[in-house]
C-alpha cells in the first residue's frame, strides 16, 4: 500500500497530476481545493495516498493532509459515496468545512457538493455526526503536511545526478489558527464533560458565528451554547 509520495510534479490535469518519484510516475487524484493548493509543474511536492484497487481499476488519491485523508475515508464508509463524491465534498467545504458541516447536522452545505443528493448528504451527517469530534480534534489544516524537512532538499538529496544542486529554501507552512483553536477548545470542552458529539457541535456553531475567535473565546462562546436555556 502507497501511503505517501514525495517528489517532482510532472504534470497536472484538471483532476489528477502526475508525480515522478526517482524516475517513476505516479498518478494522484486530488480534489479541486487540493489541486489549487498545488506547486507548479517542476517542483517538490508530497502527498499523503491512499489506494483503491479492484479487478478493473487501481488508482491512487492524494491528500496534502493526514486530516483530509481521514475525511475521505469517513466518507467513502458512508453507503453511496464512491472516491469522487468524497473528494467533491472535501473541494467544495474543504476539511474544516465538512466537520462544521456534519457537527452542525448541516445537510444543505454538504448536498451543494457535485454529485451529492439529498439522501446521501442526510445519510453522511448520520452516520458521521459521532465521529466528526476525533478527527476535529486533530487540528490539522491542509498546510500541516508541507511542514518539516525542506522538500526541495529532500528530492534533491535523492536526485542520482552527479553534480550536487543547491537546496532552495522554502518558507515555513503554519498550522491553521483556527483549526487549532477549534482543536484545543474541544479537548477543553470534553475535559469538562461534554459528549464529543455536542462539543463538536458548540465549536462548529461558535466557530461559524466567531470566525476570527482564538481558543478561549470559542470555548466561552460554546459554553453559553451548551448552557442549559430557560
Not at 473541494?91 to 448536498?111: C, F, M, N, P, Q
Not at 476525533?134 to 536526485?159: R, T
Request: glycine share 12%; aromatic share 4%; proline share 4%.
Amino acid at each position: 500500500m502507497i501511503g505517501k509520495l514525495t517528489g517532482r510534479l510532472d504534470y497536472r490535469a484538471a483532476d489528477h497530476v502526475l508525480i515522478d518519484v526517482r524516475g517513476v510516475g505516479y498518478l494522484v487524484y486530488c480534489s479541486e481545493r487540493t489541486m489549487m493548493g498545488l506547486p507548479g509543474v517542476g517542483e517538490a511536492v508530497s502527498l499523503y495516498t491512499d489506494m483503491v484497487v479492484r479487478e478493473d481499476l487501481m488508482q491512487l488519491y492524494g491528500f496534502t493532509s493526514l486530516v483530509e485523508k481521514e475525511w475521505y475515508r469517513l466518507l467513502i464508509s458512508v453507503q453511496g459515496v464512491g472516491a469522487k463524491v468524497s473528494l467533491a465534498i472535501l473541494g467544495t467545504l474543504g476539511t474544516e468545512g465538512v466537520g462544521r458541516a456534519i457537527a452542525l447536522g448541516d445537510w444543505g452545505s454538504v448536498k451543494a457538493a457535485k454529485g451529492v443528493g439529498l439522501k446521501t448528504a442526510q445519510r453522511i451527517v448520520l452516520d458521521l455526526k459521532d465521529k466528526a469530534p476525533g478527527v476535529m480534534a486533530m487540528g490539522g489544516s491542509i498546510s500541516e503536511a508541507l511542514e518539516g524537512p525542506d522538500l526541495e532538499a529532500v528530492v534533491e538529496a535523492a536526485d542520482p545526478a552527479p553534480a550536487q544542486k543547491p537546496a532552495r529554501k522554502s518558507a515555513a507552512k503554519k498550522p491553521s489558527g483556527a483549526a487549532a483553536a477549534a482543536a484545543g477548545a474541544l479537548s477543553a470542552l470534553s475535559n469538562l464533560g461534554y459528549s464529543p458529539s455536542d462539543a463538536a457541535s458548540a465549536i462548529a456553531q461558535a466557530s461559524t458565528d466567531l470566525p476570527e475567535a482564538d481558543e478561549a473565546a470559542l470555548i466561552r462562546a460554546a459554553l453559553r451554547l451548551l448552557a442549559p436555556k430557560g
